[in-house]
């Protein structure tokens, strides 16, 4: 199973982006699916969360600013950045619990990253 983000890139502040994830084949199904990220000498961080049912949990400091959504017969989550923040430059990261068939359990599988850089 393999996690493909895209859309980040280099935005002004105030600016907006979309980040999207999809879940290669041979998903069963998907519990937990997130974004992460991690700025230079910093630790990773929860961004935002989504589960199957659609409940969501979001950092504070992006509150109000970010929304997580998923599709989930497509497999994917998007998160979509508004009112971005020179704060919010990071390497943010897909992140999902997922078991490749009824029988096994669920283990956790990460994106590869992908960089959003806010300035001006």
């Known amino acids: 199973v393999q996690l493909q983000a895209s859309g980040g890139g280099l935005v002004q502040p105030g600016g907006s982006l979309r980040l999207s994830c999809a879940a290669s084949?041979?998903?069963?199904?998907?519990?937990?699916m997130a974004w992460y990220r991690q700025a230079p000498g910093k630790q990773r961080e929860l961004v935002a969360s989504?589960?199957?049912?659609?409940?969501?949990n979001y950092a504070d400091s992006v509150k109000g600013r970010f929304t997580i959504s998923r599709d989930n017969p497509k497999n994917t989550v998007s998160v979509q950045m508004n009112n971005l923040k020179p704060d919010d430059t990071a390497v943010y990261y897909c992140?999902?619990?997922?078991?490749?068939?009824?029988?096994?359990?669920?283990?956790?599988?990460w994106g590869q990253g992908t960089q959003v850089t806010v300035s001006s």
């Open positions: 992140y999902a619990t997922i078991a490749t068939s009824a029988v096994n359990p669920y283990y956790p599988y």
């Open positions: 084949a041979r998903v069963y199904s998907i519990n937990v």
């Open positions: 989504i589960t199957s049912g659609g409940n969501t």
